[in-house]
């Protein structure tokens, strides 16, 4: 062995020893629960039991006999759908903190303010705000003569899952004001002074060059929204913890309960692959939608 | 581009920051108050502020208790990502045959989200035995892709000849990456900090799945567990809130940089 290669194989054990704690904790927290979620969906098991193949039995269940895969399914995208209405409020807050503003950090320092909180402690809070009595917007509600019977806003079929979307919303909304500033700090100044030359209005200078330039960056906050469905697990779970009934009902809340509440690890495992085709598939879906290309998105 | 003036702009700007600051002050003001928070119409400045309902957090529950599991799983997340995402980058800026491979595969596991996994991450937990435990609280946390990258990039940046000179002194690889690469990379090192505490302090749904006992349990199951117990009936679980609050508040006031550099680059790679 010479000089060199005796190096080069120092160098390589090197590698693969400064690799290995990551790629273990990566192997161990992502890689391998994704195959042994697949597994599990198509097996009868619990801890006490061995595992018994079954095929489709957990999906037929769902699809077939379970009400409230569906409303939990119907929740996810309802809750998914309404991101849009958020991405395009904090588009319109970061156009507005965007250019020369004075106290435009202030601005976008207090609409962040809200994204780095414990979700749980938001959840809190926000039960707090819709309180009958002691909450802010009963009281704003009612003192302006708009209702005048204190509104249960988590306790309404219709309203709970609205209400926690707001909630949501308020939580969210500065991080895709960040991912929305980082976008249009990319456009090239000298398209609108072009067009400004050019004499092309306001409207359509926003139209033709800020949104097809700024594609790639909504893309991401799609993304954002549709994991966010995931992640709101700690919201649901302080502020109606999936009621009245199912009415805020997400599939990951439902996950938890079926693995934890009521032990079926084989059944929650087949939700979890279902949740998971349904982030792949809007995925792709929001791609093509922003032209296909926004994966490459690198700087 | 510029309007005519810049006042419609502010007015705009000032109702949505008073709405968004709308739920901060109510629960502050909500923890400061003594009277019976229940009464309507709710009084929109305390009439008696004081810090009653903040001592009543330290007798009515466990307090001190869930503050010394956050901050020990937090501690462990941040030391122990730290230690591994140095030496995964590091390793990743040298070139060796399954680069490419591993680059992939690491970018494809961030499109994994940590939610889908639970039910596997709760047996294999369970397997190696340290449920109902710190580390197994930190453990997922340990290692995080995107600081991985951050810090690969950030020793990319530093000059080949440096590392050259080091290298001819005789120093060897670790020493090369602490005494060298690291000073070097403050802001790398800031990131991945600030990115650790906020996920492992505001964790929930991982915590809630791998702790049995009440003696286990971090801020945020305690806080969840407070609401349970006294269905919400006293300002002491406000003043709770805004206990949870302040540190996470604090560090992305202090270090607001480095926080949405690293949450860009993360949505950005993502």
Same mark, same amino acid.
């Given at each position: 062995?010479?000089?060199?290669?005796?190096?080069?194989?120092?160098?390589?054990?090197?590698?693969?020893?400064?690799?290995?704690?990551?790629?273990?904790?990566?192997?161990?927290?992502?890689? *391998?629960?994704?195959?042994?979620?697949?597994?599990?969906?198509?097996?009868?098991?619990?801890?006490?039991?061995?595992?018994?193949?079954?095929?489709?039995?957990?999906?037929?269940?769902?699809?077939?006999?379970?009400?409230?895969?569906?409303?939990?399914?119907?929740?996810?995208?309802?809750?998914? =759908?309404?991101?849009?209405?958020?991405?395009?409020?904090?588009?319109?807050?970061?156009?507005?903190?965007?250019?020369?503003?004075?106290?435009?950090?202030?601005?976008?320092?207090?609409?962040?303010? !809200?994204?780095?909180?414990?979700?749980?402690?938001?959840?809190?809070?926000?039960?707090? *705000?819709?309180?009958?009595? =002691?909450?802010?917007?009963?009281?704003?509600?009612? !003192?302006?003569?708009?209702?005048?019977?204190?509104?249960?806003?988590?306790?309404?079929?219709?309203?709970?899952?609205? !209400?926690?979307?707001?909630?949501?919303?308020?939580?969210?909304? =500065?991080?895709?004001?960040?991912?929305?500033?980082?976008?249009?700090?990319?456009?090239?100044?000298?398209?609108?002074?072009?067009?400004?030359?050019?004499?092309?209005?306001?409207?359509?200078?926003?139209?033709?060059?800020?949104?097809?330039?700024?594609?790639?960056?909504?893309?991401?906050?799609?993304?954002?929204?549709?994991?966010?469905?995931?992640?709101?697990?700690?919201?649901?779970?302080?502020?109606?913890?999936?009621?009245? =009934?199912?009415?805020?009902?997400?599939?990951?809340?439902?996950?938890?309960?079926?693995?934890?509440?009521?032990?079926?690890?084989?059944?929650?495992?087949?939700?979890?692959?279902?949740?998971?085709?349904? *982030?792949?598939?809007?995925?792709?879906?929001?791609?093509?939608?922003?032209?296909?290309?926004?994966?490459?998105?690198?700087? | 581009? /510029?309007?005519?003036?810049?006042?419609?702009?502010?007015?705009?700007?000032? #109702?949505?920051?008073?709405?968004?600051?709308? @739920?901060?002050?109510?629960? $502050?003001?909500?923890?400061?108050?003594?009277?019976?928070?229940?009464?309507?119409?709710?009084?929109?400045?305390?009439?008696?502020?004081?810090?009653?309902?903040?001592? %009543? #957090?330290?007798? $009515?529950?466990?307090?001190?208790?869930?503050?010394?599991?956050?901050?020990?799983?937090?501690?462990?997340?941040?030391?122990?990502?730290?230690?591994?995402?140095?030496?995964?980058?590091?390793?990743?800026?040298? %070139?060796?045959?399954?680069?490419?491979?591993?680059?992939?595969?690491?970018?494809?596991?961030?499109?994994?989200?940590?939610?889908?996994?639970?039910?596997?991450?709760? $047996?294999?937990?369970?397997?190696?035995?340290?449920? %109902?435990?710190?580390? &197994?609280?930190?453990?997922?946390?340990?290692?995080?892709?995107?600081?991985?990258?951050?810090?690969?990039?950030?020793?990319?940046?530093?000059?080949?000849?440096?590392?050259?000179?080091? /290298?001819?002194?005789?120093?060897?690889?670790?020493?090369?990456?602490? /005494?060298?690469?690291?000073?070097?990379?403050?802001?790398?090192?800031?990131?991945?900090?600030?990115?650790?505490?906020?996920?492992?302090?505001?964790?929930?749904?991982?915590?809630?799945? #791998?702790?049995?006992?009440?003696?286990?349990?971090?801020?945020?199951?305690?806080?969840?567990?407070? $609401?349970?117990?006294?269905?919400?009936?006293?300002?002491?679980?406000?003043?709770?809130?805004?206990?949870?609050?302040? @540190? &996470?508040?604090?560090?992305?006031?202090?270090?607001?940089?480095?926080?949405? /550099?690293?949450?860009?680059?993360?949505?950005?790679?993502?």
């Amino acid at each position: 062995m010479t000089w060199f290669e005796r190096k080069r194989t120092r160098e390589m054990a090197l590698v693969a020893c400064f690799l290995l704690p990551s790629l273990l904790i990566f192997f161990l927290y992502r890689i *391998l629960p994704l195959g042994w979620n697949v597994w599990l969906s198509f097996h009868a098991w619990s801890p006490l039991k061995p595992a018994k193949w079954i095929g489709l039995e957990n999906y037929e269940e769902m699809v077939l006999d379970d009400d409230v895969f569906w409303d939990a399914l119907s929740n996810t995208l309802i809750f998914i =759908g309404c991101a849009p209405l958020a991405i395009a409020a904090a588009l319109a807050i970061s156009l507005l903190v965007n250019s020369d503003l004075k106290g435009a950090a202030i601005y976008r320092t207090i609409v962040f303010l !809200s994204y780095p909180l414990m979700t749980v402690a938001v959840g809190i809070i926000w039960r707090w *705000l819709y309180d009958e009595r =002691g909450g802010f917007i009963n009281y704003v509600l009612r !003192s302006a003569g708009i209702v005048d019977q204190p509104v249960k806003f988590l306790q309404s079929f219709d309203l709970a899952l609205p !209400s926690v979307i707001l909630a949501d919303f308020w939580q969210i909304l =500065g991080f895709y004001m960040i991912i929305l500033l980082t976008g249009l700090q990319s456009i090239p100044q000298h398209l609108y002074e072009a067009a400004r030359v050019d004499g092309v209005p306001a409207h359509a200078r926003f139209l033709r060059i800020t949104l097809p330039l700024l594609r790639p960056s909504i893309f991401l906050c799609i993304v954002v929204g549709i994991l966010n469905s995931f992640t709101s697990f700690d919201l649901i779970y302080v502020m109606t913890n999936g009621g009245p =009934g199912h009415a805020t009902e997400l599939l990951i809340t439902y996950i938890y309960k079926a693995g934890f509440g009521q032990t079926r690890f084989d059944y929650a495992a087949a939700l979890t692959v279902v949740q998971f085709l349904l *982030l792949i598939v809007l995925t792709v879906f929001a791609n093509r939608l922003s032209g296909g290309n926004a994966g490459s998105l690198e700087r | 581009m /510029r309007p005519p003036s810049a006042w419609p702009r502010h007015v705009i700007m000032i #109702v949505v920051s008073i709405l968004m600051l709308i @739920p901060f002050y109510w629960v $502050l003001k909500t923890s400061l108050t003594g009277e019976n928070i229940y009464a309507y119409p709710p009084r929109l400045i305390p009439a008696d502020p004081h810090l009653f309902n903040y001592v %009543d #957090v330290w007798y $009515l529950i466990p307090f001190p208790r869930y503050l010394l599991n956050s901050v020990i799983v937090s501690a462990m997340a941040i030391a122990g990502s730290l230690l591994f995402n140095v030496a995964a980058g590091y390793a990743l800026t040298k %070139d060796f045959p399954a680069r490419r491979w591993i680059v992939l595969l690491l970018l494809s596991c961030m499109l994994i989200p940590f939610q889908a996994t639970i039910i596997p991450a709760y $047996l294999i937990t369970s397997w190696l035995g340290v449920l %109902d435990s710190w580390l &197994g609280i930190a453990l997922p946390l340990l290692s995080t892709i995107i600081c991985i990258f951050i810090f690969k990039a950030s020793f990319e940046a530093v000059p080949r000849s440096l590392i050259d000179a080091a /290298r001819v002194d005789g120093l060897s690889e670790w020493r090369i990456v602490v /005494r060298i690469l690291l000073p070097l990379s403050k802001s790398a090192i800031a990131t991945n900090v600030i990115l650790t505490f906020i996920w492992s302090w505001n964790a929930f749904l991982w915590p809630l799945i #791998v702790t049995r006992t009440p003696e286990m349990q971090t801020l945020p199951l305690g806080l969840a567990r407070f $609401l349970s117990v006294m269905e919400d009936t006293t300002g002491a679980l406000y003043a709770f809130v805004v206990l949870v609050l302040i @540190p &996470g508040l604090a560090i992305f006031l202090m270090a607001q940089k480095e926080f949405i /550099r690293g949450l860009t680059s993360g949505a950005t790679k993502g």
